[in-house]
């Protein structure tokens, strides 16, 4: 009878792996994606669809095409002797990629961020992949081994595939951890305000550490965000989804927007509220975040809001604030009396297959093999590449771990649960985003007070929803809506 219980229990404990094991993992495993992929390029060729040494066209962005090609051409070259297929890889022109699309037909793949899927989509100028992962089995989960951070958002768009992830790209909050571990500077904060120095829970809380650390006279900003006429979206977009919990929507649900409420009004002052605070020429259209992130690279600037590759560039031996910055979660807003804190995936550069691709099937199993566990955290490890992680298992990869700092990395997994998707998953939407843009610029700018900065937005937004026909952009909403998370991540107390 012993050995019987003994022998239960260990089939038992079995299964409780094996169940493990496949909850954690489902789908194909790291490199099997990779060989899955392979095994179909040589059955194109076997069965004379294509030819060996059929060249396939990448057009990728000056900070991504080191991602293709690998460290010293590695990618290129493994991909090129395991399938038989040649790479053409170049680098596009620094434009919105429905432009480039519109005007460019010569290639298979190029890249394109979360937030302009709908529009490419809905001009007929990228492919609906879905037949394709199908095919070929290829999965897009969440499992925390080595699953995609949030795979609805970086691949879908109303119910189908048109994406294969290359890029993260979620919007973290850098900060000068000398400063804010100085003890002098510790006294001189408790002393002011009557509290400590510690990282910013909320935005108010985030203000005034901008407002302690301020001081132009020494060369010294309390914020690099970018204020850019382009680019203004990101920032605000951040305050604004942390206004409600657990999350504000954009729109209602018969697509009337809710941005020219008390939450959209505070979330633009909360946006504007930074500039005083920020390098003189922050307002300047154009000053991106090359502009802005020398600012904190140079050890002139307090805090800085950016992607995960910024840690990269700040963690080399070129960086003053090496070994000087530290990675914090996201500030937000207390919601009857919890703290609701949200991030947003910002730039992000995913692959997608162009309409007139001459070779679709192709340039898909390509996007699969570069999309590999093993592959792709390989990718992503290229020093001069922009690409950022966008797996689970490259956040516990020790030699990302190295190359971006462990506690960037740990930072960034805890906050993948609380970040919504990009723009307003629309067709329409960068005509939606310009408006936003437009907009809290010139709130910026102090020329619009936030309120009619939200109102202008708001009947611009209505009048866009008009052109493109309420009816088919509340289904589109209804759909995006659902890849928001609304679950209780990214709430805490407030202590």
């Not at 294969?164 to 002011?192: H, N, S, W």
């Not at 080399?316 to 604030?321: G, K, Y």
């Not at 462990?406 to 970040?419: F, G, I, R, S």
Request: glycine residues 6%.
């Amino acid at each position: 009878m012993y050995t019987s219980k003994r022998l239960s229990a260990l089939l038992f404990f079995l299964f409780f792996v094996l169940f493990q094991l496949i909850s954690l993992s489902p789908g194909l495993r790291a490199g099997e994606q990779a060989e899955s992929a392979i095994r179909g390029v040589r059955q194109l060729i076997a069965e004379g669809r294509i030819e060996e040494n059929t060249t396939l066209k990448i057009v990728v962005k000056q900070g991504n095409i080191r991602n293709y090609w690998g460290t010293d051409f590695a990618l290129k070259n493994e991909w090129e002797q395991k399938s038989g297929i040649l790479i053409d890889a170049n680098v596009m022109p620094q434009m919105p990629v429905l432009k480039f699309l519109q005007d460019n037909r010569d290639f298979d793949l190029t890249i394109a961020r979360q937030r302009e899927y709908p529009d490419l989509v809905s001009q007929d100028l990228i492919l609906d992949l879905t037949p394709f992962v199908r095919k070929y089995g290829m999965r897009f989960t969440s499992n925390r081994r080595d699953g995609y951070l949030h795979p609805d958002a970086q691949t879908e768009y109303d119910g189908r595939i048109v994406a294969i992830p290359a890029d993260g790209d979620i919007a973290v909050l850098y900060l000068r951890k000398d400063m804010l571990t100085d003890p002098e500077q510790q006294a001189c904060f408790r002393k002011q305000y009557h509290k400590e120095l510690t990282p910013p829970q909320t935005w108010a809380d985030y203000l005034q550490l901008l407002r302690f650390f301020h001081s132009p006279e020494d060369q010294l900003y309390g914020s690099c965000e970018e204020r850019d006429l382009h680019t203004g979206w990101m920032f605000w977009m951040l305050r604004y989804a942390s206004q409600a919990n657990p999350v504000q929507y954009l729109f209602d649900d018969e697509m009337h927007p809710l941005i020219d409420s008390p939450a959209g009004i505070q979330a633009t002052e909360q946006y504007v509220a930074t500039v005083p605070y920020s390098p003189p020429e922050v307002l300047k259209e154009g000053n991106n975040y090359s502009y802005t992130l020398p600012f904190f690279k140079n050890g002139q600037c307090f805090s800085l809001i950016l992607t995960m590759s910024a840690a990269k560039v700040l963690n080399t031996n070129r960086s003053l604030v090496k070994d000087k910055f530290m990675l914090s979660p996201m500030p937000g807003n207390l919601v009857d009396g919890q703290l609701v804190r949200k991030s947003s995936f910002i730039y992000g550069n995913n692959l997608v297959i162009a309409k007139n691709s001459k070779h679709p099937e192709l340039a898909f199993l390509y996007a699969m093999w570069l999309s590999d566990p093993e592959i792709s955290a390989r990718s992503v490890m290229v020093t001069g590449g922009m690409a950022d992680p966008f797996r689970y298992n490259h956040l516990s990869n020790p030699a990302l771990q190295q190359l971006y700092t462990k506690q960037a990395l740990d930072t960034v997994l805890a906050q993948a649960e609380h970040t919504v998707p990009a723009g307003t998953g629309l067709p329409g939407d960068s005509e939606y985003i310009a408006s936003l843009n437009r907009n809290i610029w010139r709130a910026a700018k102090k020329e619009l007070s936030p309120e009619e900065a939200m109102k202008r937005t708001a009947r611009e937004w209505e009048q866009i929803t008009q052109r493109h026909g309420r009816s088919e952009q509340i289904s589109f909403w209804k759909s995006f809506k659902r890849k928001y998370r609304p679950s209780q991540s990214g709430l805490s107390r407030l202590n």
